[in-house]
């Protein structure tokens, strides 16, 4: 079964400095990857997708990832945070073959201090 | 009204209550999804209906019904439900039931049983 692990439950990040939030994903097929952020008393927004092409995604709010099939990462990078980034930020797989199924990561939480 | 809307956003019940969850999506979409967001553990798919037929239970107590009248509306009844059950379910939809389509989240309702 696709299992999906963020290695960082939280991560510190003081204003205007890069970040760097890990997605590593457990498959030997094609996948397809998202990113989600769920700010406060929110549901999940979609921030990125890959599908396929280009293995380096650019999404909404300054944010980015890259998709590594060899090392099975879809990390997410922001060159530089404002406070307002503050969120739980999850990683999630669905298989392309024809299944729905997101299956999600336990979500890392960013905190930017000013 | 935009997006997908949920109500109440907030419930206590106890657990002889019999209560029921709301979840509207103004998109046009065809799928409709509960989740089951706990802390620390990942998002647990619950159901999901394919216009309007129930297409995935994932091994879900008896205690929650799910309800789908049109492709617009979807309904959680509660009843007789444990503390554990003490949680955020996000109501979802997309496009059509595969995997590349995106989810569009609600904001949730934070149930709390007594």
């Known amino acids: 079964a696709q299992s999906v692990t963020q290695l960082d439950s939280q991560v510190p990040v003081f204003e205007e400095a890069p970040v760097e939030l890990r997605c590593n994903y457990s498959?030997?097929?094609?996948?397809?990857l998202f990113w989600y952020v769920q700010y406060p008393n929110q549901g999940l927004q979609l921030l990125l997708k890959y599908l396929s092409g280009s293995t380096l995604v650019k999404g909404i709010n300054g944010f980015e990832a890259e998709f590594n099939k060899s090392q099975t990462s879809f990390h997410l990078r922001k060159p530089s945070v404002h406070i307002s980034d503050t969120a739980e930020y999850f990683c999630?797989?669905?298989?392309?073959?024809?299944?729905?199924?997101?299956?999600f990561g336990t979500g890392t939480r960013l905190k930017v201090l000013a | 009204e935009t997006g997908v809307t949920q109500t109440p956003r907030h419930l206590v019940m106890g657990m002889t209550n019999k209560k029921s969850l709301k979840c509207e999506q103004h998109l046009g979409h065809n799928a409709m999804y509960w989740y089951k967001q706990s802390a620390k553990k990942p998002l647990e798919l619950m159901f999901v209906y394919n216009f309007k037929e129930q297409t995935e239970n994932n091994s879900v107590p008896s205690r929650f019904s799910p309800e789908c009248p049109n492709s617009s509306h979807l309904f959680l009844h509660l009843h007789t439900l444990q503390p554990e059950d003490s949680a955020l379910y996000l109501c979802?939809?997309?496009?059509?039931?595969?995997?590349?389509?995106?989810?569009?989240f609600g904001p949730g309702t934070r149930l709390t049983v007594t």
């Open positions: 999630a797989v669905s298989d392309p073959s024809g299944t729905y199924k997101y299956i």
């Open positions: 498959s030997s097929v094609s996948v397809y």
């Open positions: 979802a939809s997309s496009q059509a039931r595969t995997s590349g389509y995106e989810q569009y």
